[in-house]
């Protein structure tokens, strides 16, 4: 199993700048790939952006110019800085992790946390 701890979030001015964090922790053998999806009220939940175990990130292309996903020094962590916010940023933020455990591959997703951009 893994468990994910998210921190950030909150409420911001259009324009503002907010940084997201995830740490898995948990018995698994190796994270294949970290990222956030969002869902806002009435939309389906999409993919924010990843990070694969060599690097590699993929983004929304909403977000691209604005948002950069990174390892944290602990590779277990992963932190999204988001800048330039809109309000259509609005929504719940989930950390996303695919990882190997003794059972085989599954994903995991943490709690959740709200951000909201105020225009």
């Known amino acids: 199993q893994v468990q994910l701890q998210e921190s950030g979030g909150g409420l911001v001015q259009a324009g503002g700048s907010l940084r997201l964090s995830c740490a898995a922790s948990?018995?698994?053998?190796?994270?294949?790939?970290m990222a956030w999806e969002r869902e806002a009220p009435e939309k389906e939940r999409e993919l924010v952006a990843s990070i694969t175990n060599d690097g590699t990130t993929n983004y929304a292309d909403s977000v691209k110019g604005r948002f950069a996903i990174s390892r944290g020094n602990d590779t277990n962590t992963i932190d999204l800085e988001m800048n330039g916010l809109k309000p259509e940023d609005t929504a719940v933020y989930f950390c996303?992790?695919?990882?190997?455990?003794?059972?085989?591959?599954?994903?995991?997703w943490g709690q959740g946390t709200q951000v909201t951009v105020a225009s």
């Open positions: 996303n992790v695919g990882a190997y455990t003794k059972a085989g591959f599954y994903d995991f």
């Open positions: 948990g018995s698994f053998a190796r994270i294949e790939i």
